[in-house]
């Protein structure tokens, strides 16, 4: 049984999160009401939209990791790039699977639901990864930010992969959708935009193995993969 304590808690912090998400409509909806000009309807351009869907066409370069093919691939409602990939001087093998925003008003919703129901695997040793990228600068400033990710075993009745999950965004990564809606809120107010690619990183590990043996390696792809996003894309 659920603990009241925690039930409090847990009942605290969705009040929390209705009371933010009520102030930042308000505060975006103000500047609207005394131009005239209501920002959900027309929100401010994606700039990079070209080279954002253009990830579905060719993939992403991933150093030190050469893809082997690449194509399109309808999973659920969306058309994902699917990338097969390998580690250099190794016969380590990696799926990346990438879906970019695709317009100004496209935000994530349901796509750890699309990938699942695609991959029909069981979902075991589930936790939350985290990992840190850095970025240097035109201006050899160096910029270090934290990304979160989900990380579990899926089973399949062919294979065992360890995956790696999360939305990947110019200074941040998260899984959650709520991160990118608040960040790209407050960037609207600046009349800037938060750009966004759902990123699912499939490794192939022994059957029903343990995922934690994989997470160095795992983990390190998936820098190299926001660090490429960031460089080539965000």
Known sequence: MISLSKLLKQQWYQVI???????????????????????????????????????RKVGLSIPGWPTIE??????????????????????????????PQ???????????????????WDIAQDR???????ITSNE??????????????????????????????????NPSPLNWFFADQVAQWQHRRIYWVAVTILLPIEPLGEVETSWTEVQSLGQIVQQALITEVL
Not at 102 to 120: A, F, H, M, S, Y
Request: net charge positive.
């Open 128 to 134: 939350s990864g985290e990992f840190t990228v850095n």
């Open 17 to 55: 999160v209705v009371v933010l998400l009520l102030l930042l409509l308000a505060l975006g909806a103000f500047p609207g009401y005394i131009t005239g000009k209501w920002q959900w309807k027309q929100p401010p351009p994606i700039t990079n939209l070209q080279k954002l869907q253009n990830i």
């Open 102 to 120: 695709n317009g100004p008003k496209d935000q994530p919703e349901v796509e750890w639901t699309e990938i699942n129901n695609w991959g029909r």
């Open 70 to 99: 690449q194509s399109q691939q309808q999973l659920g409602t969306h058309k994902w790039s699917w990338q097969r990939i390998k580690k250099q001087g190794t016969s380590t093998e990696a799926i990346l699977l990438l879906l």
């Open 140 to 173: 050899d400033t160096n910029t270090t930010f934290k990304v979160t990710a989900n990380f579990f075993r899926a089973v399949t009745p062919q294979q065992t992969f360890a995956v790696l999950q999360w939305y990947a965004m110019p200074n941040a990564g």
